[in-house]
């Protein structure tokens, strides 16, 4: 009896351009493009297997050990129903293939990154269980046609296709077809930016994502203004500056753009607070950092960005990066790098401090 099963792997990745807002829900289509750094292979990665086979009485996934429902209509259904569509058709074009796309599946899904460390894991989980049934249906497609599919499960998770920085296009066609991922530069072309992850808080947000985004399209006028006259000239500006490996003026915009999505969350109606005391203690060390080394003549040396919750990453050039690990410890004395620290691009993680 022949077996059926393929392992696939995504890391997570950090946006340097936030998502946030929706243009259609259920597509998962984002009111503006995104712009984002995958974090290195061998940390922070989901790993998923599946398994097709004709015993199977209905399609089933855990996480973590855990078995995690696959409610109809939602977006783990719509992300299997649509690897089975491109299954047929690979069927239909070769009548030898067994036919898979009639079995079920099994997937069973882990992070190799602590729960704890309070990074969402949605947009590595969907890259891999797209990428490990892709494999499983031996599909043709390109990263980028995966990403319409992993789109489906989370929107960030369009980005964990591809290495290094990587754009999510917003498209405007109403049936998605448009909206996918595309590699700005592969990580070899920039490996000198490393990410170090400032482990703030544990906690679970108060506010998910995906609900906290539509209240802001619903009622925030500085979206608006956010995503007509913004983003547009800051994703190509970005672009750019990754192309020209110019840490500056990347640094700028990452953290321009972290700011303007956190005050588009106090924009919102009730507001929405994702960073804490500490958060904000951190960009106040960064932006002294930076402030020192322009003042002598020199460039910006690292740049923050915070995601829907209280924890910093911090982007910098390998070289500030022992520097900035003894800031970080010496400022938030309950800072201590783990002991058995996963690199990001090769740099230490820190824990910054508990939430008071
Ligand atoms: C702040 O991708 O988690 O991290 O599409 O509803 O699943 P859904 O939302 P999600 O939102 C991520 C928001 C963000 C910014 C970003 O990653 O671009």
Redesign the pocket.
């Known amino acids: 009896m022949a077996i059926y099963q393929a392992t696939a792997s995504a890391p997570v990745n950090i ?1 340097c351009i ?3 807002g929706k243009r259609d829900t259920k597509l ?1 289509l984002p009111t503006n493009s ?1 712009l ?1 750094v995958t974090l290195d292979q061998d940390h922070l990665r989901s790993t998923t297997t599946s398994r097709a086979d004709p015993s199977f009485e209905k399609d089933r996934l855990w996480l973590n050990g855990s078995e995690e429902e696959i409610k109809d209509g939602g977006r783990l259904a719509t992300c299997i129903r649509e690897m089975k569509s491109l299954r047929r058709e690979v069927e239909q074009k070769n009548p030898n293939e067994p036919k898979l796309s009639s079995f079920a599946v099994h997937i069973c899904s882990r992070n190799n990154f602590p729960t704890a460390a309070g990074l ?1 894991s ?2 590595s989980g969907f890259a891999a269980l797209v990428s490990s049934l892709a494999a499983l249906y031996k599909l043709p497609a390109t990263p980028s046609q995966l990403s319409l599919i992993s789109r489906q499960g ?4 369009c980005r964990s296709l591809f290495g290094g920085f990587v754009a999510w296009k917003m498209g405007s066609a109403s049936d998605g077809s448009d909206s996918l991922a595309v590699e700005v530069a592969p990580q070899s072309h920039w490996p000198d930016i490393h990410a170090l992850i400032c482990v703030v808080s544990d906690d679970k947000k108060g506010t998910s ?2 609900s906290g ?1 539509q209240r802001t399209v619903e009622t925030s006028p500085l979206l608006q203004h956010r995503i007509k006259h913004v983003v547009p000239e800051r994703m190509n500006a970005i672009s750019e500056a990754i192309l020209a490996k110019d840490f500056d003026t990347f640094a700028r915009i990452t953290m321009q753009d972290s700011n303007q ?1 956190h005050a588009v969350c106090l924009d919102t109606d009730p507001p929405i607070f994702y960073m804490n005391d500490v958060s904000r203690a951190i960009i106040a060390l960064v932006t002294e950092y930076n402030r020192l080394s322009v003042e002598n003549g020199g460039k910006l040396k690292a740049a923050y960005t915070y ?2 919750g209280p924890n910093a990453v911090i982007y910098a050039p390998k070289e500030n990066l022992k520097e900035i690990i003894s800031m970080v410890v010496k400022y938030f004395p309950q800072a201590e790098p783990f002991k058995d620290p996963f690199g990001l691009f090769g740099a230490q993680s820190v824990g910054a401090g508990s939430v008071v």
């Open positions: 946006a936030k998502y946030w998962i995104s984002s969402a949605s947009a989370s929107g960030s998770a994502s995906t985004m999505f995601d829907a």
